[in-house]
């Protein structure tokens, strides 16, 4: 049974860092593709992941590019999404996803389209204050 679960949410100033972790459970991280969506407050989540990472390599989007930054544990089978400088826009609920029909290798291409990934977390909340 697949499960996922973040934590490190929290609320900021603009400027600080914050590092969001997601345990995964059922699923290899090394085995799967696995991304970091955002949904901003009174909107809908991002149909692109802010942040992707799998055996093929890194992908960021545009607003989070050189301030997010994604790994993976395979020790404690977990990602991390490590942001910096971060902005009041940035508010909002930060959600981990798998697709483990890909990893990036093998013959498969990770994507950063949210229906791609199967399994999803609950979601931790990240407020960022001016």
């Known amino acids: 049974q697949v499960g996922l679960q973040e934590s490190g949410g929290g609320s900021v100033q603009a400027g600080e860092s914050l590092t969001l972790s997601c345990i995964i459970a059922g699923v290899r991280v090394n085995n799967a593709c696995l991304g970091w969506f955002r949904q901003a407050p009174g909107k809908e989540r991002e149909e692109f992941a802010i942040a992707m990472i799998g055996n093929g390599g890194i992908e960021y989007g545009a607003s989070v590019k050189d301030r997010f930054f994604v790994s993976r544990d395979t020790a404690n089978n977990a990602v991390y999404l490590q942001m910096n400088s971060l902005k009041p826009e940035d508010t909002g609920i930060y959600s981990c996803?798998?697709?483990?029909?890909?990893?990036?290798?093998?013959?498969?291409?990770?994507?950063?389209?949210?229906?791609?990934?199967?399994?999803w977390g609950q979601g931790t909340q990240v407020v960022v204050s001016s």
């Open positions: 996803a798998a697709d483990s029909r890909r990893n990036g290798s093998d013959g498969t291409s990770c994507y950063r389209r949210d229906f791609m990934y199967t399994f």
